[in-house]
């Protein structure tokens, strides 16, 4: 008996993505937009097909999904613009990447030069972006890019993404968190934005001949099996690179500062001020948990789950995320606020109850415009509407209980006059997903009340360190230094045991290694991985 042949599994997600696309209406990819909703059917009086002119057409409109009454009611978009936006959300998301290294760049040409029928559009942040259909059509070209993503030659990340490493504008000497790494396109990014100064006397499969950044990044995850994943994926992309990177696994809303002191005993006046003032990070991307309805373009099955009380119910959680970061971040340094949503619950409402804090500023339109130079975005609401899951107004004196007040917009006319320069990204804008980002600036530090004293005087003085951190601990190597670069002393190096020949060590540079040992808090930290191993 012959055993049936399993169908490719690529063939099978491209056959059910033309499913997806004919049961929403969606036309060939070939025809126009105004095509996919609504969509035509014909109704024949005989068996014989009269003439077009006696054709009777009716249009059939699917029922409308949670979603689009959601939009729809919320205002947010002009009623001429929701048959594109929803049109746009129902087409297959392109393909985005990005070319991190010299050689990369000249593959890529010579393969526009060779290849007549690929057409790309050039984006900001050394991206690509293209139609999907060229990956299936083209068999080099799908093989190329598998390859040379899994080689650290390319990164395949959705252009909406690379937005708020963009806004951050990294240089070499900045301290850098992100706060929910995922699965680490964001952190590669700006890892790639720390080191572009010497980017190009840079070559492939050799060590960088200048000095390493005085800046690092610190990636964290809450989950530890995602960390791992992170900390996989970015030794394989960033290879040499990891020495200026560290993998934690953290709750974000309770992320440690590594500057502050283990106990909080209080000091007398003839003592040094307390280490906790110190705040350990110059730049902070902070891409929250979000309801998700900016992926519709590449998760189908969205349309059917979302429903508004998602948001609702994550907004206290990407509230207290994002006051967490905006307390790690030096005065002066940026952070910037995105969920890849367009609920204003999850968006505009965290900014704005942020803002009336009065530590932190959002960036001027100028400086917003500077550095999104090229790019089509939309300001940030001012006003909102909070609805149930059934698309009913709900107002703030009639809330259910449980929903917080910074749910309903602000009744100060200043903050709304700000919401303005947050970043609203629209799929038919640019053939992207959705987006919103808000790039924010501390202007000073966030007032201790009495609650938090009473808090942090009750807090055990033993170190906060788990049982799974001891197993990744670094131990500095006392013998010659590492071969593999030459500057020793931009280095240190380590080794995860304490054996007096260890069989494999780690190189980390030297303000990155401080952070991770020499610092007070430094023991708080539950690392995973860090530096680069020459294995």
């Known amino acids: ?137 083209d068999e080099y070209l799908r093989s190329w890019i598998s390859s040379r993503t899994k080689s650290g030659h390319v990164s395949r990340q959705e252009f909406v993404s690379m937005i708020p490493v963009l806004l951050l504008n990294i240089n070499r000497h900045h301290r850098v968190l992100d706060l929910c790494a995922s699965l680490g396109s964001k952190t590669i990014q700006a890892l790639d934005a720390l080191y572009q100064d010497h980017e190009e006397n840079e070559d492939d499969g050799n060590q960088p001949t200048s000095k390493y950044p005085k800046g690092f990044i610190l990636a964290n995850e809450i989950d530890a099996s995602r960390s791992y994943v992170l900390a996989h994926r970015c030794r394989e992309t960033l290879q040499h690179r990891m020495v200026s990177l560290a993998v934690v696994t ?150 259910p209980q449980g929903w917080p007040v910074s749910l309903w917009p602000q009744d100060d006319r200043s903050i709304q006059d700000s919401l303005t320069r947050c970043v609203r990204m629209v799929p038919q804008d640019n053939d992207t997903g959705g987006f919103f980002i808000a790039c924010l600036r501390k202007v000073k530090e966030y007032p201790e009340d009495d609650n938090e004293k009473i808090k942090r005087q009750r807090r055990k003085k033993s170190p906060l360190v788990t049982t799974k951190a001891d197993h990744h601990r670094l131990y500095e190597v006392k013998q010659k230094r590492s071969k593999t670069y030459k500057k020793g002393n931009d280095l240190r190096e380590f080794t995860r045991s304490l054996s007096s020949s260890p069989s494999r060590t780690f190189n980390v540079t030297k303000s990155l290694a401080t952070y991770l040992l020499d610092c007070p808090g430094s023991q708080k930290l539950n690392l995973v991985y860090a530096g680069y191993d020459e294995k």
């Open 1 to 137: 008996m012959t055993r049936k042949r399993s169908r490719c599994r690529s063939r099978s997600c491209i056959r059910s993505r033309k499913r997806v696309r004919m049961m929403q209406g969606q036309a060939h990819e070939g025809e126009s937009s105004s095509s996919v909703i609504p969509y035509t059917c014909h109704s024949l009086d005989s068996a014989s097909y009269p003439p077009s002119s006696q054709i009777k057409t009716h249009t059939r409109t699917p029922p409308p999904t949670l979603f689009e009454r959601y939009t729809i009611a919320q205002e947010w978009l002009e009623p001429s613009y929701h048959t594109r936006f929803f049109a746009t959300l129902r087409r297959s998301l392109p393909v985005c990447f990005r070319l991190r290294t010299p050689s990369a760049v000249k593959e890529w040409n010579d393969i526009l030069r060779t290849s007549y029928n690929i057409s790309a559009r050039r984006l900001p942040c050394g991206a690509w972006q293209m139609s999907s259909r060229f990956l299936i059509e």
């Open 250 to 399: 953290h709750n974000a809303i309770k992320f440690p500062n590594i500057l502050a002191n283990l106990t909080s005993a209080s000091t007398s006046a003839s003592d040094t001020p307390p280490d906790r003032d110190r705040k350990p990070f110059d730049r902070i991307i902070c891409d929250v948990p979000c309801s998700g309805d900016g992926t519709l373009r590449k998760d189908f099955k969205v349309w059917n789950t979302w429903h508004p009380g998602y948001g609702i119910a994550l907004h206290p959680i990407q509230l207290r995320i994002a006051k967490r970061g905006i307390a790690l971040l030096e005065i002066g340094g940026i952070m910037t606020y995105s969920t890849c949503s367009f609920h204003p619950i999850e968006n505009e409402a965290v900014v704005a109850s942020l803002l009336r804090t009065g530590c932190v500023e959002l960036l001027s339109h100028e400086e917003i415009a500077i550095r999104m130079k090229g790019i089509v975005y939309q300001p940030g609401l001012t006003h909102w509407k909070v609805l149930n899951d059934e698309c009913e107004e709900v107002t703030m004196k009639h809330r």
